[in-house]
T-cell receptor, first 110, second 113 residues
Framework: GQQLNQSPQSMFIQEGEDVSMNCTSS?????WLWYKQDPGEGPVLLIA?????ELTSNGRLTAQFGTTRKDSFLNISASIPSDVGIYFC??????????FGAGTILRVKS | DAGITQSPRHKVTETGTPVTLRCHQT?????MYWYRQDPGHGLRLIHY???????DKGEVSDGYSVSRSKTEDFLLTLESATSSQTSVYFC????????????FGQGTRLTVV
């Protein structure tokens, strides 16, 4: 089963609001990745994190690699309608396996 | 565009028939992955490859086999398709070493009737 617990499962927010989602695990990861998937498309990489404690931004997106290496969060500031989609966290384990959370569905009210 | 092509993009097949999905890359990446995506489960790893003829199982490998006879192609075979294998299948590629990320193909929607 899933080794990553991603929450919340879904969000319905007002345009302009900030969004926060996170992933936790009982396993230690070397790398955390955050992806966004639009309908009918494959996931697209948003942010990659490689070191414990690392905080990285990509435009309105900010993600952090937890200091215990067992969690990560993604923040989206000032959400806009095109932010809708499914957001996935992914963690790289030893042996180069990449495992994914179940996803957070983001819906934005315009 | 990460140079990944999945084929076919859509397929309908009958229960009990073998099915092969193809992932082709043009970037000479070492690692290739097959995932399936189902509502509520996210992306689950089926098999992955870390080089030609080097493969390993993921978390949902039962009923699937893979082959990688050359760097650019990673084939996923459903030996005898079942309705539970109706899903969207994604291939991903990744270079070796730190500081590298996985890039996904556009997916194959498989329906087993």
């Amino acid at each position: 089963g899933q080794q990553l617990n991603q929450s919340p499962q879904s969000m319905f927010i007002q345009e302009g609001e900030d969004v926060s989602m996170n992933c936790t695990s009982s396993s230690i990861f070397n790398t955390w990745l955050w992806y966004k998937q639009d309908p009918g498309e494959g996931p697209v990489l948003l942010i990659a994190l490689y070191k414990a404690g690392e905080l990285t931004s990509n435009g309105r997106l900010t993600a952090q690699f937890g200091t215990t290496r067992k969690d990560s969060f993604l923040n989206i500031s000032a959400s806009i309608p095109s932010d809708v989609g499914i957001y996935f966290c992914a963690g790289q384990l030893f042996g180069n396996k990449l495992v994914f959370g179940a996803g957070t569905i983001l819906r934005v009210k315009s | 565009d990460a140079g990944i092509t999945q084929s076919p993009r859509h397929k309908v097949t009958e229960t009990g028939t073998p099915v092969t999905l193809r992932c082709h890359q043009t970037e000479n990446h070492r690692y290739m992955y097959w995932y399936r995506q189902d509502p509520g489960h996210g992306l689950r790893l089926i098999h992955y490859s870390y080089g030609v003829k080097d493969t390993d199982k993921g978390e949902v490998s039962d009923g699937y086999s893979v082959s990688r006879s050359k760097t650019e192609d990673f084939l996923l075979t459903l030996e005898s398709a079942t309705s539970s294998q109706t899903s969207v299948y994604f291939c991903a590629i990744r270079m070796t070493g730190e500081g590298t990320e996985a890039f996904f193909g556009q997916g194959t929607r498989l329906t087993v009737v």
